[in-house]
């Protein structure tokens, strides 16, 4: 390899990276309900408890620890016809599709249902949707670690993936501003719309709904038209089991596992107590806590880019360590601004979302590159596989983040169902959970990745033994069959 070879690494076009960064938008789009509205609809609207729905979501999402595994192993070993990411994609949009169908437009009848069969609808298609979204994302994922082999390259396709997510949440977070939630007052216990609506957030959940659906397929043609497949260059196969422990035995891979898993559960806990904290404990209206998900969701989208140049700047376990430390410090000033008033509070939420956006644009880059060391070890190329077990921490972090979370404050005593009383010390239990979740768990993630052991410079010896070692094995396997045709 020549030098001027290593100091200009081919860039992906920018056809290529807007079809492929786009298809983010349905997938965020959907993520953003998931996280803050789902938990609030059912337990609100559908009157089931709180800590019933934490449990029916941690059992949904762990459920995943057994199909993850296996479709990343499979997509990496099956050649079909569209492709082994293609593919995948492909099988699993009609499966996400009615997910999303049945979680975001429930009949209304399902109001009137007995308790037993509400908990039953909602762990069905929200185990459907997780399917779907599985077989979706970690073909995804994987596609995108392949498509470049260098360490910033791979930052500018993370970033533009993730500024298309962001993009996706903040749509999703104009909707509940746009259609509104219907005033309701409590009377005798009871609950009188004050406009005309359905009531709670039955309008919402369906406008957003049908949205996710039409924006499918759209992203779907998008994708396929404008973002190619990288070639197979490595066909050695060993065995999952060998393949499992060569990935435990990868500290850089072991550490990136449990980093996502400190920063997705403290993430999902903040997310899916966001709606109940600003109402209950700050004291918005829903409305304004509606427009509480935009001061999130607006800064994440202005630092996206930011992100994106402090990795290349200090690193990219750095700059995200940094981002950790800003959030962190954020949640230990909540607590004092609670009577602080609609503005000041927005403002907070408004510094947790420019640093909301570092673990979406950082983390999927160091992923790729702790990939490129499985495959040195392994000498296969495994990113679907790989990708599984990161996936393993984000859906791990997400159930135990929301589904504990949500459980810990309906054991406190709090009570999400309309027109509920929750006593002071209920309230202040939600409060100290919300706040208490992601410090807890950012500091130690923290900790490990200010001293991540993959640098650039680390990134480009091991990119430069892989191609070493392919061109060794193609003069090889080139030589093999010469003296065979002889």
Known sequence: MSSSAESAPARVTWPV??????????????????????TRFYAQDLQIGIADVGFILLVARLADIIVDPIIGFVSDKLKLPFGRRRTWVLL???????GVYMLFLPPTS?????????????LTWIAVFYLGWTMITIAYGAWGAELSDDYNERSRITGVREV?????????????????VPQEVCVDGAVQIQQNGQGGYWNIMQVMGLTIIALVP??????YLTTPEPPVREEKHISFLKGAKIAATNLPFVNLFFITL???????AVEGLLTFYLVSAVMFTEQQASSAVLALLVPAIVFAPVWIWAGKAWTKHKALAIALLIGTLTFCVLPFLRDAGYVVNLLAFAVLGS???????????????????DSLKSRQPRAGLLISFFQLAVKA?????????????????FVARKCAENTPEAIDALATVYVLFPIVLWVPAMILLWNFPITPAVQKRIRRLIERRIAIEEKVRKRQQGVRTT
């Open 17 to 38: 990276l807007l079809g492929f960064g786009q298809l983010a938008v349905p997938l965020a789009f959907a993520s953003l309900p998931i996280a803050i509205f789902v």
């Open 92 to 98: 699993g949009a009609p499966v996400f599709a009615i």
């Open 110 to 122: 399902l109001a009137e249902a007995s308790d037993d069969t509400r908990r039953l609808y909602l």
């Open 164 to 180: 298309f997510t962001l993009l996706g949440l903040g749509v999703a977070g104009v909707i509940p501003v746009i259609v509104g």
């Open 218 to 223: 759209v992203a779907l043609a998008l994708l």
């Open 262 to 268: 400190g920063i997705r559960m403290g993430s999902r």
């Open 355 to 373: 640093v909301f956006s570092a673990p979406f644009t950082l983390g999927q880059s160091m992923a790729a590159d702790v990939i490129d060391l």
């Open 397 to 413: 972090g997400d159930a135990i983040g929301v589904g504990v979370s949500l459980m810990l404050v309906g054991w406190l005593g």
